[in-house]
């Protein structure tokens, strides 16, 4: 798909250099069109050579657009239209007789000369400079009368307007582009400090985790198994900031990776037999507040499944889906037994507890398989 939405991870020159873009494609179309519905209009070139020349400008416009979503060469993309919009002037120019409307147009292009690199715009705007120079000459000669380049006032004018907006490009690069990167290395340290931060609370639960772990009391069962709950539910949490120190977001978490990690987590720590799953969750990500909250209460879900009601196999379902601004989350399991006699206290206030917290919406259902469906905004 060719045409991308403006959202927030295309930056304000990505957003510039695709509306000059599409700009010159319209531009392109429309003097297209108005060559083959007025022909002559044109002077000094044939109908032929004319669409021929600007069906090759299209072309390489839209390789341009093309290359550009493809591969991001943000550099490539607007040297490419740098020449080709600064190309096509300067054919014009000549095409008509260096018409003084025509001979300011030659400004158009140095508009672009704010999204190339330090490098690139000495490079090319020297070019630029010969090229231009090479043109005007070629015209002081090829028309003496003409009203600008034989008359030095209007002429050193025109050369000021030229040196202004490329002043415009430089000015911007010294200035606005240096406060850009500022901000940009200030962010990502910012960045690097939150991974770090999420990292070092990961490693903390891990260790309070461990230490539930090592006060297991053997002769003393309902402890060991409070313990258990409660180092699987610091388990729910620390799996959260692990999956935002390895990714790039903050604010949201990836619903889909969550479940899958959490769920082979409790299934590996607590299943003793052969355990199915069947998840279905696309392109869902939930922020950071209600993860926790909808982990923990899976965490409580899936420990009395896996405790109580599959200790001979079976097959879990959990399901996420949206509709319009509602979350609707299911899970079910294909064991048996009542919900009421199954599950302890402790944890049925908890799952009371996290529903409350999502503000969430709970749908009854029959007591046959252990089933929950709830529905809550992020």
């Given at each position: 798909?060719?045409?991308?939405?403006?959202?927030?991870?295309?930056?304000?020159?990505?957003?510039?250099?695709?509306?000059?873009?599409?700009?010159?494609?319209?531009l392109?179309?429309?003097?297209?069109?108005?060559?083959?519905?007025?022909p002559?209009?044109?002077?000094?070139?044939?109908?032929?050579?004319?669409?021929?020349?600007?069906?090759?400008?299209?072309?390489?416009?839209?390789?341009?657009?093309?290359?550009?979503?493809?591969?991001?060469e943000?550099?490539?993309?607007?040297?490419?239209?740098?020449?080709?919009?600064?190309?096509n002037?300067?054919?014009?120019?000549?095409?008509?007789?260096?018409?003084?409307?025509i001979?300011?147009?030659?400004?158009?292009?140095?508009?672009?000369?704010?999204?190339?690199?330090?490098?690139?715009?000495?490079?090319?705007?020297?070019?630029?400079?010969?090229?231009?120079?090479?043109?005007?000459?070629?015209?002081?000669?090829?028309?003496?009368?003409?009203?600008?380049?034989?008359?030095?006032?209007?002429?050193?004018n025109?050369?000021?307007?030229?040196?202004?907006?490329?002043?415009?490009?430089?000015?911007?690069?010294?200035?606005?582009?240096?406060?850009?990167?500022?901000?940009?290395?200030?962010?990502?340290?910012?960045?690097?400090?939150?991974?770090?931060?999420?990292?070092?609370?990961?490693?903390?639960?891990?260790?309070?985790?461990?230490?539930?772990?090592?006060?297991?009391?053997?002769?003393?069962?309902?402890?060991?198994?409070?313990?258990?709950?409660?180092?699987?539910?610091?388990?729910?949490?620390?799996?959260?900031?692990?999956?935002?120190?390895?990714?790039?977001?903050?604010?949201?978490?990836?619903?889909?990776?969550?479940?899958?990690?959490?769920?082979n987590?409790?299934?590996?720590?607590?299943?003793?037999?052969?355990?199915?799953?069947?998840?279905?969750?696309?392109?869902?990500?939930?922020?950071?507040?209600?993860?926790?909250?909808?982990?923990?209460?899976?965490?409580?879900?899936?420990?009395?499944?896996?405790?109580?009601?599959?200790?001979?196999?079976?097959?879990?379902?959990?399901?996420?889906?949206?509709?319009?601004?509602?979350?609707?989350?299911?899970?079910?399991?294909?064991?048996?037994?009542?919900?009421?006699?199954?599950?302890?206290?402790l944890?049925?206030?908890?799952?009371?507890?996290?529903?409350?917290?999502?503000?969430?919406?709970?749908?009854?259902?029959?007591?046959r398989?252990?089933?929950?469906?709830?529905?809550?905004?992020?």
């Amino acid at each position: 798909m060719l045409i991308k939405k403006f959202d927030k991870t295309v930056s304000h020159r990505e957003k510039f250099l695709l509306i000059l873009i599409y700009s010159y494609l319209v531009l392109t179309s429309l003097a297209l069109l108005g060559a083959i519905l007025s022909p002559k209009n044109l002077v000094n070139i044939s109908i032929e050579v004319y669409l021929f020349v600007m069906l090759g400008k299209f072309i390489l416009v839209f390789y341009t657009l093309y290359h550009f979503k493809k591969y991001g060469e943000f550099q490539f993309a607007a040297v490419l239209i740098l020449w080709i919009a600064s190309l096509n002037i300067m054919f014009n120019i000549y095409m008509r007789n260096y018409n003084i409307d025509i001979i300011y147009a030659i400004l158009i292009p140095i508009i672009a000369a704010p999204l190339l690199s330090r490098k690139n715009l000495i490079r090319h705007g020297i070019l630029f400079f010969i090229l231009l120079i090479a043109l005007f000459i070629y015209g002081y000669y090829a028309y003496p009368q003409h009203q600008v380049l034989h008359n030095p006032w209007l002429f050193v004018n025109y050369v000021i307007l030229v040196i202004f907006m490329l002043n415009f490009a430089i000015i911007y690069h010294i200035f606005i582009e240096h406060h850009t990167q500022e901000m940009e290395i200030s962010n990502k340290q910012k960045d690097f400090l939150l991974k770090e931060i999420h990292h070092r609370v990961k490693n903390n639960l891990n260790m309070i985790s461990s230490i539930l772990g090592l006060q297991k009391r053997e002769d003393k069962p309902e402890i060991t198994e409070l313990l258990e709950s409660n180092r699987k539910r610091i388990d729910s949490i620390a799996i959260v900031h692990e999956l935002l120190y390895d990714g790039d977001e903050f604010e949201q978490i990836d619903a889909k990776v969550y479940v899958d990690k959490l769920v082979n987590h409790l299934i590996y720590a607590c299943a003793s037999s052969k355990i199915e799953t069947e998840i279905k969750i696309r392109n869902i990500s939930l922020t950071l507040e209600t993860i926790i909250h909808l982990g923990l209460l899976m965490q409580e879900l899936l420990t009395n499944s896996l405790k109580h009601a599959l200790t001979k196999g079976g097959k879990i379902y959990i399901s996420i889906e949206k509709k319009d601004k509602e979350f609707i989350f299911t899970y079910q399991d294909s064991g048996i037994f009542s919900k009421k006699s199954s599950i302890i206290n402790l944890g049925l206030e908890l799952i009371d507890l996290k529903i409350r917290q999502l503000k969430a919406k709970r749908y009854e259902a029959d007591e046959r398989p252990y089933f929950y469906k709830i529905s809550f905004l992020d």
